[in-house]
């Protein structure tokens, strides 16, 4: 009997969904739902020619090739081995190095994987004590950027090319100048050696201006703790001890907004097995969902502007509660205005901190208007937390000029010389500032910079910047932990770097990187270390061989909250206007536009939004039928379909309109994002760069022009039009939908309690026993077996994962065109969903799918050749060199996560993808060495998925056989590694391993209660487990019933399932007769 | 009605079926023997940048394999070696030859000495040396003869069929681990290579991977 699965039918309105769309269940989205890949995949797009024509013209042509090929011989290599032998190299063998990225919340720390002298892959630093080896996604894709064809390459004067020479005896005559009119503006990297020249230079150049600007940096930030605890405070919160959080407008959870590492200790106290200590509880007030709004167990939507009235009627609950007299007058410093937000909402959130002196938390982000962070830390202060969840670090480094301070001294022509280190300010600056014109006005700027931008053009000299992994550096990480930074690879394009041009202004001759760091090393290196390690040099060698001078660090410092200038502080706030506000918000893809030119970035799909290739406006559903945006302009799709002809436009188009805010005026398209604040508008910064570079080119929109110093995080009383035309944007959160059948699941901490296995039996699970397989089950008949759990728990969707697979598995980028196609290439894709039936207010989750390898694998049965076949440790393994592109597999796959190469990715520039067969192939140079030599790069026409990183099986695998050499194999175990995904989690969620060994961590959380697979009633037996999400509400909270009840609620003695599916639709017996 | 047609027009349907057949055996025949990495690989012998003779140095000198493939036993890659590899000795031996002018002249600039591939696998294959001679695979049993060569030459084809052959059927070729680099080594009178095979294959647990990944990645 031929059985059609049992999936429950789509319900009326899902409660999980993934985006607006789906939530309404419309008939047309259904449909489009429905396909595998779209209509018209099969037709060959230019032409209009369809799959059989083709198949007819390829015979015939293959028959006449067939007179012409019989003389054909392989091409001629060449073996080159190295004349001379290079110390610690094997040729095809890695090597590692430590080394770390300069980020402006401190440095990153890295383990660089070198093949045959070139850097290919960036994996964190395990041994770090601040980021204990957590990366982000920017940390990911810096390869790309390094080998990145349009990075400039050559010293320009007055845009003609020039050479160094010249360059050289320019900086000697400013160097023997000397005197006064210099200034630098740098981009923040916290190097002890970039300030000890800096010192230094300042006694050749008196009035020496030194003016650092990042657009997303912490100035605010800084601005609060020096007011409210002495200059060069940091504030390091301890997430080891903290029960519970709340995050005013912070995505500390994020890791590109605070660096891998600052929220260590969050995950840990996430679990709900822990012993000794609670599961910690998260409260979030934001305007636009963020990761940890997503991971937040109460969550308020809130305007930006008014984060501060958030603060102040908090900060009034827990005085009436506390009497604190600190906080009682720097609350009274604010100018006076009524509560208006959610009364109970905020009572019972305070209620839950003062239930919690000293095990509380209260964070705010690094944007946020200092004297809202001057509450924030007065809260703290209050509710006992300074020093026990929060903890001073005391930095020394030396003052610094904003760029409002260097503008004001342009203007005042105070500026002969202005040296620019990265950045990008042409573009970026704050707009009142006008920095172009102020650059004009400026004789001598020399910039140094990664690629030729807007600064560059304004520029006498543009110079090159070497590329952090091109030179010698070191930089503080976040707690001031000396982290090294050594070269992977001399600079591919003659690139100098800050602290060579430095030297050459110093001592007029270049002194080689190593002796300029090792000099600050020398200095900052404690005497007993030294006499621990024998001499410097050892204690050198060491601290460059693991990354970072162990046990330094910034002291520990006491907070005392000094209320007088705090207050003076907060007395600047001014209370929040009404009408739209626009939020700037951090790019995920380009952080302030520094990795525009980064197509791994480019691609990778928002957290919240999933946009590919773009930013936009967001907008909340009920602020969207205000100002007339439509939510979803796809029309009809054979309207569309008619339109286009072949071009069929599946995905989202959406309105284009302009914010203004009186004087400046700025076009984007308009998005409906779910979760947002009413009466608020957000956009990420760093896109709509023009006439730059190839990649940049029509990407995004500019939000910079309206953003001022003034207000860093958002700009009040703009006004915004719908100007009707249109714009189409890839968005990827609809690819491959699942139709929602309980594949991400969640419970409240209570449920957990009450059956922590609540979990295995939800939705279909519950209620029917699985498939029995007509197929043999492969033969797995190795020791070791491979398997994966994800932690639902702690995963935020943060993209680490996603760009990490995509650096080791030489993963194309398809482009704008393609991704509209569905025919993105991520190997793991992290589904986004809401949950809640209101669009305007939902619960978000995020879910890692990558290859679920499992053990009867739907995709192997149907491969007409064999391609895709068990390995008999478990894997579901893909031979490229077999497949034939049927495409079999991916329609089989319920988890849709193969992926089809349509075409050569690899060889053609995108916009040469559909080229005909004769035209030129090829990548770039420079590309090709960022590839990973142990994994195939993929052609057109075959199928590829993730391998579970069998090149690191497979090493791990031969290493034990070469150790065990002529010995029992057995007697020998593999040696740990770790996968792509799973070293690049900053958070452990995703754990790799042996399950057959039952000690091994993975075995462990397998068998962990809160485990389950997806779709276990097809009895696929997936080798991934999943971790349900467990959320901690607090049952007095408002709105408490509805958290984690994305699945519905439990019901019955029959146990948990998910909602109501209707009982009778699937007959338990059935699924038994075949 | 007439015949139109004669009488020996009969056999033209037969004639073309056994006439088809023929022509359709050939090119079946053909296609199997040329088009195989048998025939278009094996006896590949290009003529190299600098003579080098594996006879004289392996065979007459005594080398050993790994004095130049140094790396064959810790990666995947046997390396081939430097040029200061050749120098260590070639400075002081046959230091002026004019067979050696290549070697001397990448020395003096610094530029490697091009040499030509003879093995070459399919860039989705990954085989790896270190796995194989650590496990008693000698080198002759994939590069044949090379001690004996003037001039090396692809003695084995290397194709995917040619590499199961060993993988489902070890015992055919592990050999003592002393004897891997003993390119002369033959079992002693008496001695059996499948009983000696079988014996290792047991006691060092040898199951060389049949799936595509242990070899395609």
């Known amino acids: 009997m031929k059985r059609t699965p049992n999936h429950p039918p789509r319900e009326g309105q899902p409660n999980i969904w993934r985006s607006l769309r789906e939530l309404e269940n419309d008939p047309e989205f259904a449909k489009h739902l429905e396909q595998e890949f779209p209509r018209g995949a099969d037709v060959y797009e230019d032409s209009g020619l369809s799959k059989r024509d083709f198949l007819k013209l390829m015979g015939a042509s293959m028959a006449l090739a067939g007179v012409g090929l019989t003389g054909c011989r392989r091409p001629e290599a060449h073996l080159v081995p190295f004349t001379k032998g290079v110390e610690w190299t094997i040729p095809g063998k890695f090597l590692y190095y430590a080394t770390s990225m300069p980020c402006r919340m401190g440095a990153l720390p890295l383990i660089a994987t070198t093949s045959d002298g070139r850097p290919i892959k960036l994996e964190g630093n395990p041994l770090h004590p601040f ?26 004067e007055n845009g003609r090319a020039t050479d160094a020479a010249a360059f050289d005896s320019f900086l000697k005559e400013v160097s023997q100048r000397g005197g006064r009119g210099v200034a630098f503006l740098v981009e923040k990297k916290n190097s002890p050696t970039r300030d ?9 150049f008196p009035g020496l201006i030194w003016a650092e600007y990042e657009p997303l940096g912490d100035s605010e930030t800084e601005a609060a703790n020096d007011a409210a605890f002495g200059k060069g405070i940091r504030l390091l919160p301890k997430f080891d001890r903290t029960d519970v959080i709340l995050a005013l407008d912070s995505d500390f959870l994020n890791p590109i907004e605070t660096g891998p590492g600052y929220a260590t200790g969050f995950s840990a106290r996430r679990n709900p097995d822990q012993k000794g200590a609670p599961m910690n509880r998260l409260y979030v007030v934001e305007n636009h969902y963020t990761l940890t709004g997503g991971m937040a167990d109460h969550r308020l939507r809130c305007k930006a502007s008014e984060i501060e009235a958030f603060a102040i009627q908090l900060a009034r609950v827990i005085v009436a509660k506390t009497g604190d007299g600190n906080l009682a007058s720097i609350l009274g410093a604010f100018p006076d205005q009524a509560a208006h937000l959610d009364e109970a909402w905020v009572t019972e959130c305070a209620n839950d901190l003062l239930a919690n002196p000293g095990r509380s938390l209260v964070l705010s982000g690094p944007q946020t208007p200092a004297p809202v962070q001057i509450l924030v830390h007065a809260i703290n202060a209050a509710l006992g937390n300074l020093g026990t969840t929060l903890l001073g670090l005391a930095s020394d480094a030396p003052a610094t000029a904003g760029i409002d301070g260097l503008a004001k001294a342009i203007s005042a022509g105070a500026v002969k010389t202005l040296f620019i280190f990265g950045g990008n300010p042409a573009y970026n600056a704050p707009a009142n500032l006008d920095f172009p014109a102020l650059l004009k006005k400026i004789p001598d700027v020399v910039r140094l910079g990664l690629f ?14 070497a590329h952090f992994l091109e030179t010698w550096g070191d930089a503080f990480a976040f707690d001031g932990t000396l982290t090294t930074i050594q070269p992977m690879i001399l600079p591919l394009w003659g690139g100098l770097s800050e602290l060579d041009i430095l030297s050459k202004l110093l001592v007029g001759a270049t002194v080689e990187g190593p002796e300029l760091v090792r000099a600050t090393f020398e200095k900052l290196a404690p005497q007993n270390l030294v006499s621990e390690a024998g001499n410097m040099d050892l204690l050198w060698n060491s601290s460059l061989r693991i990354g970072f001078l162990p046990g330094s660090g910034f002291p520990q410092a006491a907070l005392d909250l000094a209320v007088s200038s705090a207050s003076a502080l907060a007395a600047r706030a001014k209370p929040a206007k009404d009408g739209l506000e626009l939020v700037f918000l951090q790019s995920s893809s380009v952080d302030d536009g520094r990795y525009a030119n980064n197509s791994w970035l480019l691609e990778t799909p928002d957290f919240v939004t999933k946009l590919t290739w773009d930013n936009a406006v967001l907008v909340s559903p009920a602020t969207a039928k205000k100002l007339g945006i439509k939510a979803n302009n796809f029309g009809k799709f054979e309207e569309i379909a008619e339109k286009l002809g072949n071009e069929i436009d599946y995905d989202l188009v959406a309105d284009i309109v302009e914010i203004s805010d009186g004087k400046t005026t700025v076009e984007a398209a308009a998005i409906v994002a779910p979760g947002h604040a009413d009466d608020s508008l957000s956009i990420a910064l760093g896109y709509g760069r023009k006439g730059v570079s190839a990649l940049m080119d029509h990407v995004g929109f500019d939000a910079y022009p309206l953003r001022s110093s003034a207000s860093p995080r958002f700009t009040q009383g703009v006004t ?55 197929y043999t089950h492969p033969s797995l008949t190795s020791k070791e077996q491979w398997g994966m759990t994800v932690d639902l728990n702690t995963c935020t969707g943060c993209n680490a994962c996603v760009v990490a697979c995509q650096a080791e598995n030489n993963v194309p980028v398809v482009g704008k065109e393609q991704v509209r196609k569905n025919r993105d290439m991520a190997w793991i894709r992290i589904d986004r969903y809401f949950a809640g039936n209101e669009a305007g207010d939902p619960e978000m989750l995020a879910q890692t799918i990558m290859c679920q390898h499992c053990e009867n694998a739907p995709c192997e049965t149907v491969c007409p050749v064999n391609a895709t076949v068990h390995s008999e440790d478990g894997l579901n393994l893909m031979a490229y060199n077999r497949c034939i592109g049927t495409r079999y597999c991916a329609n089989n796959c319920p988890w849709k996560v193969r992926r089809f190469n349509y075409f050569d990715y690899n060889q053609r520039p995108l916009d040469q993808l559909y080229w005909g067969p004769l035209a030129k192939k090829g990548m770039a140079d420079s590309l090709k060495m960022a590839k990973n030599p142990n994994v195939t790069v993929r052609m057109r026409g075959v199928m590829e998925k993730c391998t579970f990183c069998i090149q690191r099986i497979e090493e791990a695998k031969i290493g034990r056989l070469v150790e065990a050499g002529p010995t029992a194999k057995s007697d020998t175990p593999v040696s740990t590694f770790k996968v792509a995904c799973q070293q690049a989690c900053p958070n452990d969620s995703i754990v790799f391993g042996d399950i057959a060994d039952p000690e091994s961590r993975v075995a462990r959380l397998r068998k962990s209660e809160r485990g389950y697979t997806m779709f276990k009633y097809i009895n696929s037996a997936p080798r991934v487990t999943y971790l349900t999400r467990i959320r901690n509400p607090n049952p007095k909270m408002p709105g408490a019933e509805k958290v984690g009840m994305a699945n519905g609620a439990p019901h019955g003695a029959h146990g948990a399932h998910g909602g109501d599916t209707t009982h009778g639709t699937h007959n338990p017996t059935e699924a038994h007769e075949h | 009605m007439a015949n139109f047609f004669p009488k020996w027009t009969n056999w033209i349907p037969l004639k073309l079926v056994i006439c088809l057949a023929v022509i359709g055996a050939f090119l079946v025949g053909g296609i199997w023997y040329y088009f195989t990495p048998k025939y278009t690989r094996v006896g590949f012998m290009p003529t190299q940048p600098v003579p080098f003779s594996h006879a004289l140095h392996v065979e007459q000198l005594g080398m050993d394999c790994r004095y130049c493939h140094s790396f064959v036993e810790v990666a995947s890659h046997s390396n081939v070696p430097s040029t200061q590899t050749c120098m260590a000795c070639h400075t002081q031996i046959r230091a002026t030859s004019p067979k050696l002018e290549a070697v001397r002249e990448s020395w003096k600039t610094g530029r490697p000495v091009s040499w030509v591939r003879i093995h070459k696998l399919p860039d989705y294959s990954y085989f790896n040396h270190a796995v194989h001679v650590n496990r008693g695979v000698s080198c002759f049993s994939c590069h044949g003869a090379v001690n004996t060569m003037q001039t090396v030459w692809q003695d084995k084809p290397q194709s995917m069929s040619w590499c199961l052959d060993c993988h489902r059927a070890p015992e055919n070729f592990l050999r003592p681990p002393a004897e891997v680099f003993n390119m002369n080594w033959k079992p002693a009178a008496g001695e059996n290579q499948r009983e000696m095979g079988m014996k290792f294959k047991e006691e060092w647990e040898v199951k060389p991977p049949v799936t595509c990944g242990g070899c395609h990645r």
């Open chain 1, 131 to 156: 980021s204990t080896g957590g990366t982000d996604g920017f940390a990911q894709a810096a390869i790309l950027d390094l080998y990145d064809p349009h990075r400039s390459k050559i010293i320009t």
């Open chain 1, 196 to 204: 000890r020249l800096r010192v230094e230079l300042e006694q050749n």
């Open chain 1, 452 to 465: 030729e931008d807007e600064t560059s053009k304004l520029s006498r000299w543009h110079v090159p910047a």
């Open chain 1, 720 to 774: 915004l039009k719908v100007t009707g035309k249109t714009y189409p944007m890839a968005q990827t959160q609809e690819h491959r939908s699942m139709e929602g059948r309980d594949l991400v699941r969640e419970g409240t901490i209570e449920r957990y309690k009450e059956n922590p296995a609540f979990a295995q039996t939800m939705g279909m699970d519950g209620h029917i026993p699985p498939n029995i397989s007509l």
